[in-house]
């Protein structure tokens, strides 16, 4: 059972950058994809950014240019860097991995960003 934890989320003001990091506790080679969902209040999960095990990248088209997703094997950890944040960026951001009939999450960071 692989566990996902989240750090690196904060208060920011409108403008800053923040960069998210999901740390798994064995290889992330084993998952077809790792990726960042949000939830703000109110409103659903959404995607937000998603690294494939070959390394293509697809983003929502609200953060496209402004977040870059990576991700490290070697330190089995994925990265969201966050930059020019808006107030409506604020919510929980969720790390998620997944494989066939498996798919992970942690237990979210919170990002503020303050206008």
């Known amino acids: 059972q692989v566990q996902l934890v989240e750090s690196g989320g904060g208060l920011v003001q409108a403008g800053g950058s923040l960069r998210l990091s999901c740390a798994a506790s064995?290889?992330?080679?084993?998952?077809?994809?790792m990726g960042w969902y949000r939830q703000a209040p109110g409103k659903q999960r959404e995607l937000v950014a998603v690294?494939?095990?070959?390394?293509?990248?697809n983003y929502a088209d609200s953060v496209k240019g402004r977040f870059t997703i990576s991700r490290n094997n070697a330190k089995n950890t994925v990265y969201l860097q966050m930059n020019s944040l808006k107030a409506e960026d604020t919510a929980v951001y969720y790390c998620?991995?997944?494989?066939?009939?498996?798919?992970?999450w942690g237990q979210g960071t919170q990002v503020t960003v303050s206008s």
């Open positions: 998620n991995g997944w494989y066939p009939g498996n798919n992970y």
């Open positions: 690294i494939f095990s070959g390394g293509s990248t």
């Open positions: 064995g290889s992330i080679r084993s998952f077809n994809a």
